[in-house]
């Protein structure tokens, strides 16, 4: 058995996945990724979301610990997404009667992914309320693009519970513990900035709409469809959410390069020594060969400072630098500090296309690009010092 309650008639039948390598195709799981997914019980039962579809069985078995013979009278599908819509099927043949609850585009995501049409879809409108009767009610609220169109939260007023799709999500997969109160949730802070700055961030506006949505409501549970479910810490984490989508960083200042032979690594290194000596505390140096993207955008998503670099190649930029400013022009970056140098053998070009690709954004351009011919010089060594201190000034506050 292995039955989590949250609260009263509230329960946990999420899985864990600590197999698959790359979440999406494209971002790590050292720590794995829950697939989180909730029975609640009224007179009548309503399953929130589902899981990938290549953990339904796990997951079929999960809901008959805690219903056993009984029905589920409604699906309800806040986000469509595959790793939550996946064992839709699954249920569907299990329990044929119930019906699945969503708004206009989950109706034309489910006809388009699994063919179930409009008979077995009970089509809500934003604020719509669903009575499960035995005092559990479930009100839909609308919160499109976070992080699909289709997306909406489920609200159970009675308990305060908030199914909340992706929002306020991390990875990590579970590790025993549902709720927070229940672990140290330490390890899953990282994850949050990450899981955010990889999948959400474009999105940002969109939060901040849901979170305003719910203001004055109170929530006791934050029940998101990955990571704990938060219940001690969601003023924190409804806080690091609303911070990283207003793109509001923390002093500190990311210093992302790359290098081939060890000449533009040294410029980082310099400019990182001379943050440090301005008194910046947190420096994050990133090479962009080795560290894989997705730590790179946890870090800029978090600090307000970022200075990228890196060698000439083939009268271009290099291609990880050219990867990390497309990451960041996709997801719309704002509000940071950025600086930039370069080098390159014969004819750098490295300062000039990053800058080129930084005025595209909405960012603050600190300091002077500039580039280093073959390896550095007293003149290269000055200019990564007064790059340092001109970002320096502005991550520390300093109004000039
Ligand atoms: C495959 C390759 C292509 C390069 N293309 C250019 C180029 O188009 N223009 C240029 O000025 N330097 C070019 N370079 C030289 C490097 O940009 C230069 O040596 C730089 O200082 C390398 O820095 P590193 O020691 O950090 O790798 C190229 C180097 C390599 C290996
Ligand atoms: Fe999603
Ligand atoms: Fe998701």
Same mark, same amino acid.
């Given at each position: 058995m292995n039955i989590h309650? =949250?609260? @009263? !008639? #509230?329960?946990?039948v999420g899985v864990n996945d600590r197999t698959t390598h790359r979440f999406e195709g494209l971002w790590p799981l050292p720590a794995g990724v829950s697939y989180n997914s909730y029975i609640v019980k009224g007179e009548r039962v309503a399953l929130i979301d589902t899981v990938h579809v290549a953990q339904s069985s796990k997951f079929l078995n999960r809901i008959g610990e805690i219903i056993g013979d009984a029905a589920i009278d409604y699906l309800v599908i806040n986000h469509m997404e595959p790793d939550h819509s996946g064992s839709i099927e699954a249920i569907k043949a299990k329990?044929?009667?119930?019906? =699945?609850? !969503? @708004?206009g585009k989950t109706a034309a995501m489910l006809k388009g992914f699994y063919g179930i049409g409009s008979e077995d879809v009970v089509t809500v409108a934003d604020g719509d309320v669903i009575d499960l009767g035995g005092g559990k009610t479930l009100k839909f609220v609308f919160t499109p693009m976070v992080h699909w169109p289709e997306t909406m939260m489920t609200y159970v007023e009675q308990d305060g519970v908030l199914f909340s799709g992706d929002a306020f999500g991390c990875f990590g997969a579970l590790n025993g513990g549902v709720v927070d109160s229940q672990m140290d949730t330490t390890p899953y802070y990282p994850e949050m900035y990450r899981y955010y700055s990889n999948i959400v961030a474009k999105y940002g506006q969109f939060v901040q709409k849901a =979170?305003?949505?719910?203001? !004055? #409501?109170? =929530?006791r549970y934050v029940c998101s469809t990955h990571g704990p479910v938060w219940h001690d810490e969601i003023a924190r984490v409804v806080d690091i959410y609303s911070r990283m989508a207003r793109f509001e960083g923390e002093p500190g200042v990311v210093v992302a390069y790359a290098s081939m032979y060890g000449n533009t690594e040294e410029l980082a290194e310099t400019i990182a020594a001379e943050l440090s000596r301005n008194g910046v505390r947190n420096i994050r140096i990133y090479n962009l060969s080795h560290s894989d993207l997705s730590m790179v955008l946890a870090d800029v998503m978090r600090y307000s400072g970022l200075i990228i670099g890196g060698p000439t190649y083939n009268n271009g930029l290099f291609p990880e630098v050219e990867r990390l400013l497309s990451a960041l022009k996709s997801r719309e970056i704002k509000n940071r500090y950025v600086g930039c140098f370069g080098s390159g053998s014969w004819a750098p070009v490295s300062s000039k296309n990053i800058k080129a690709s930084l005025d595209c954004m909405k960012v603050e351009q600190v300091g002077e690009p500039f580039d280093m011919k073959c390896a550095a010089t007293g003149a290269d060594i000055e200019a990564c010092r007064s790059l340092a201190a001109a970002m320096a000034a502005r991550v520390n506050g300093v109004v000039e």
């Open positions: 309650e =949250i609260c @009263n !008639g #509230v329960y946990y329990y044929p009667a119930l019906k =699945i609850v !969503g @708004n =979170i305003a949505k719910f203001d !004055g #409501v109170p =929530i």
